[in-house]
């Protein structure tokens, strides 16, 4: 098997965005596109099947993966979590700031969704204005009485306030947990991995294209979903423990790209080829070229691959190198789902 360049997967939202997606993915871009759903097998919240990626020939990637699990997949990866990729990669181009929002962790959607997984995810920045924040985690100990009343006010000041803000950079990376309220400011564009659902919980909706009272609750309701919410002070100290800054991972070779913690959830390395050709493991992956132009080489073949390409790599590929042509060289981020012997303490 080898791998395949994958075709542009956007769609409306109801936040603004998505034109540099189109420079990037050569197209179709925005104004109401912001996200780019890249090797998914993951359908949007009561939607299906939007969402879901197809292969070049057609065929939706989920039911290729169902047809024949290890050889996308590996026998130890499915032996320990089926045939779940057990990660969604996204592109968000934000044109408008996010609404105060929150995912709910596994404990919770196994409880009120029937659902093996929740929604951690993480933030590998490719692009952000100077001095642009996000927005993670309550600022200080909250009670749910507080937060329900600003929800129901419809009170964004008092919301976006309490949050503990952080000023990202390109190339930075960050890890969300489940749980935790969270902004991202206009401008910022990143490369997202996070657990394969669509759950998200909206405190606040004023100035976007959603009705947060319909449909920002996950139909469990506010009074079930607020329960989701991790109330507890982050500290700026505690986001240092979810920032890998860029210093950490820029640098010829092949870099981790996410904290540590992380890795119960998901893999993503930075690679640059400018000190040699990077060479990857077996595994299943999603990589997206960010910059140069080069060849991918696996067991099976080789594929031209140039920037803005997003290439999809089944396990049966084998072991792959990566190799930048000419005087340039080829970076981008090597998009996994975690080891089969990761931690077990994904919650």
Known sequence: ??????????????????DRIGALRHGPGGPQRPEEWIGSTTARF???????????????LIEAIESDPQAWLGADHVARFGTSTEV?????????RLPVHLHPNREFSRTHLGLAHGKTEAWYVLDAPEGGEVGVGFA???????????????????????????VVRPGDAMLVPAGLPHTVASGVFVLELQEPTDLSILLEWQGFAVDGKKDGHLDLGFDTVLGAV??????????????????????AGLHSAMPAA???????????TSGGPVDVDPGF?????????????????????????????????????????????????V?????????????
């Open 140 to 166: 200080e100990e909250m009670s749910r009485d507080q937060v329900a009343a600003w929800v129901d006010a419809e009170d964004s000041e008092s919301l976006l306030a309490s949050l503990q803000r952080r």
């Open 1 to 18: 098997m080898l791998p395949v360049l994958l075709p542009v997967n956007q769609f409306d939202h109801f936040y603004r965005g998505g």
């Open 285 to 333: 992956a999603v990589i997206l070229m960010l910059d140069g132009h080069g060849v991918l080489t696996t067991e099976a073949g080789s594929l031209q691959v140039a920037k803005g390409d997003a290439v999809l790599v089944p396990y049966a590929a084998g072991r792959l190198s990566l190799h930048g042509e000419g005087a340039g060289k080829l970076t981008g981020v």
């Open 335 to 347: 998009c996994r789902p975690p080891a089969p012997d990761a931690p077990t303490d994904a919650r």
């Open 46 to 60: 009561g939607q299906a099947p939007q969402g879901f990626s197809r292969l070049p020939d057609g065929r939706l």
């Open 230 to 251: 991790d109330y507890s002070a982050v500290s700026s100290s505690d986001l240092d423990h979810l920032v890998l800054p860029r210093e950490q991972i820029e640098g």
């Open 88 to 96: 969604l990669i996204k592109l968000l181009d934000l044109d408008q």
């Open 262 to 272: 992380a890795d119960a959830y998901f893999r993503a390395h930075h690679f640059d």
